[in-house]
Structure formats: C-alpha cells, structure tokens
Antibody
Framework: QVQLQESGPSLVKPSETLSLICSVSGGSISSDYWSWIRQPAGKGLEWIGRIYSSGSTSYNPSLKGRVNMSLDTSKNQFSLKVTSVTAADTAVYYC????????????WGQGTLVTVSS | DIQMTQSPSSLSASVGDRVTITCRASQDIRNHLGWYQQKPGKAPKRLIYAASSLQSGVPSRFSGSGSGTEFTLTISSLQPEDFATYYCLQHNSYPLTFGGGTKVEIK
C-alpha cells in the first residue's frame, strides 16, 4: 500500500516561493509518475504538473512557468516549488502517484493547506 | 487544453436512486478518463479508471462507460455514504484536466 504525505510551510508571503515535499512510503519513486494537484477552498481540482521517475517533467501552462518539480530518490521524496505566489495560489495541495501503466492518479496524500498572505 | 464539461453541477437524490453523471471532452480522449469521489476535508478517491474499469475495493454499484468524448458515471442504487462530490479527469494529453465536479446531495 503506497502512502504519500505532504509537508511544508502552511503560510507563505506574497511574491515568495511556495515549497512542498511529498514523502512516499510503501513504494519507490524510482518508478511511476508523481503529480501535484491543488484545490482552492470550495472550488474544483487543478493539476499542477507531474514528474516521471527519470526526472522528466510536465507542467500546467496555467501557472505560467512558475513551477518546478524534482525528485530525491535517496529520501524517496519529490518536491514542488511555485515562485512569485499570490493569494490565488492559496489552496490545499495534494501529491499523487500516477501509475506508469497509463492510468490516472490512484494514491493521494491527505493534502496540505497553503495560505498566501502577508 | 482539453476542456472537460461535467453535468449536472449538483443534484439531489434519495437513497436507492439511480444517479448518472456525465463528462464531455472537448476532443477525443479515447478511454483515458478517471472518476473520483471526494468527501469534505478528504482527498479524492479513485473509483473508475480507463473509463470503465472499477477500482479494486470500490462497490459494484459504481460503473463507468464511454469513450472518445462522452463519458458517464452511474451509481445504480445510491447509498448514504455516496453523498459526496464527483470529478472526472482526463489524462490523454497535457495538461491533465478535471471536470468542474458534481455535488450529490440528499433529497
């Protein structure tokens, strides 16, 4: 059973960088895809991007080049950075596993609320 | 981007009712569609993948159908624990995109 756990600051100031880590247990990040998805309060889900076990990435153009994802295979973690944040980036952020056999996300973290405010 | 139009946005139904939710894709996504259930304060849970494959452990009253641009999620007999918000997700091409959600409420 794969388990994912998001961690990082819950409060970020406008114009600064949001940084989150997803710790994976019960499986290796050396296989499969790993995504970040967010959800503003009371709204729908938005896919932020995905990183493959090789390190290749795909990002949602809606975030206008502000996103970077990376892997740390030694810690079995992957990370998300969103630069130049505004209040519009306030959301619950989820990390997910996307099986390498061409399926949508199956395992999700519990989510972490990040608020952008001064 | 592929737009996923989900309908209805909300519905009221009674226990035992048959419920159908629809997602329309703005272009052909083959069968690269998943359905998710989300309860308040919780992460989404995958119900269906590949448009019609039931996720292990999910009750058989849930079913999915469709391919190309039209997809449906059906709950054959609504149970109290099924009151939640449901989302479709296309993963045929980047960026992955979700439908707007359907909130299923108690009548």
């Amino acid at each position: 059973q794969v388990q994912l756990q998001e961690s990082g600051p819950s409060l970020v100031k406008p114009s600064e960088t949001l940084s989150l880590i997803c710790s994976v247990s019960g499986g290796s990040i050396s296989s499969d895809y790993w995504s970040w998805i967010r959800q503003p309060a009371g709204k729908g889900l938005e896919w932020i991007g995905r990183i493959y076990s090789s390190g290749s990435t795909s990002y949602n153009p809606s975030l206008k080049g502000r996103v970077n994802m990376s892997l740390d295979t030694s810690k079995n973690q992957f990370s998300l950075k969103v630069t130049s944040v505004t209040a519009a980036d306030t959301a619950v952020y989820y990390c997910t596993r996307d099986p390498n056999r061409g399926e949508p996300p199956d395992y999700w973290g519990q989510g972490t609320l990040v608020t952008v405010s001064s | 981007d592929i737009q996923m139009t989900q309908s209805p946005s909300s519905l009221s139904a009674s226990v035992g009712d048959r419920v159908t939710i629809t997602c329309r894709a703005s272009q052909d996504i083959r069968n690269h569609l998943g359905w998710y259930q989300q309860k308040p304060g919780k992460a989404p849970k995958r119900l269906i993948y590949a448009a019609s494959s039931l996720q292990s452990g999910v009750p058989s009253r849930f079913s999915g159908s469709g391919s190309g641009t039209e997809f449906t999620l059906t709950i054959s007999s609504l149970q109290p624990e099924d009151f939640a918000t449901y989302y479709c997700l296309q993963h045929n091409s980047y960026p992955l995109t979700f439908g707007g959600g359907t909130k299923v409420e108690i009548k």
